[in-house]
T-cell receptor
Framework: NAGVTQTPKFQVLKTGQSMTLQCAQD?????MSWYRQDPGMGLRLIHY???????DQGEVPNGYNVSRSTTEDFPLRLLSAAPSQTSVYFC???????????FGDGTRLSIL | EDQVTQSPEALRLQEGESSSLNCSYT??????LFWYRQDPGKGPEFLFT???AGEEKEKERLKATLTKKESFLHITAPKPEDSATYLC?????????????FGTGTRLKVLA
């Protein structure tokens, strides 16, 4: 039972580079979301999706893009990496918006 | 503005020493309050959902309660394996139907 799978687990980028963080879930969940976790800040919502083809912004969306072409996948794209985007990124899914979220184990991203 | 505050930031207990963690929230219309456990290097793991004041949920040594302004996570006779960061999140009407707001967590250390 894989649940929510995030890849890669670790990544180091240079300022200005772009990359995509992958997230896949095998529970047929409609709701998916991306968070970043920084020391002393708690989890902050970046983007979320309530179903294939539907996405919306969260609290801290600037510098990130998402798309949801299938129920299973919800990739997060960094367009031009900045040091301020150094963080741990978590993807989560839920059966619907009112249900508890299932989290992946995160991607630890460093931007030099 | 919706807000979640957790206290204390950190807590050290001896094995068997019961205590409580606090989650105070400000939200215009509470849809749900969620407790998660997070181990180092892992994503948050769901513990409880509470929907209305007076509701209580229990799981092993943990018991979550809810009032109109705060929630408590009571830990009875904790063991070293209960050491983790405990996160509280709320979903409120004013924050948008699909958005969760997380607190910064309480880091619990249980000493053998």
């Amino acid at each position: 039972n894989a649940g929510v799978t995030q890849t890669p687990k670790f990544q180091v980028l240079k300022t200005g580079q772009s990359m995509t963080l992958q997230c896949a879930q095998d529970m047929n969940h409609e709701y998916m979301s991306w968070y970043r976790q920084d020391p002393g800040m708690g989890l902050r919502l970046i983007h979320y999706s309530v179903g294939a083809g539907i996405t919306d912004q969260g609290e801290v969306p600037n510098g990130y893009n998402v798309s949801r072409s299938t129920t299973e996948d919800f990739p997060l794209r960094l367009l031009s990496a900045a040091p301020s985007q150094t963080s741990v990124y978590f993807c989560a899914s839920a059966a619907d918006w009112a249900q508890p979220q299932h989290f992946g184990d995160g991607t630890r991203l460093s931007i030099l | 503005e919706d807000q979640v505050t957790q206290s204390p930031e950190a807590l050290r207990l001896q094995e068997g020493e019961s205590s409580s963690l606090n989650c105070s929230y400000t939200v215009s219309g509470l849809r749900g309050l969620f407790w998660y456990r997070q181990d180092p290097g892992k994503g948050p793991e769901f513990l409880f959902t509470l929907y209305s004041a007076g509701e209580e949920k229990e799981k092993e040594r943990l018991k979550a309660t809810l009032t109109k302004k705060e929630s408590f996570l009571h830990i009875t006779a904790p063991k070293p394996e209960d050491s983790a960061t405990y996160l509280c999140a709320v979903q409120g009407e004013s924050s948008g139907t699909y958005k969760y707001i997380f607190g910064t967590g309480t880091r619990l250390k249980v000493l053998a």
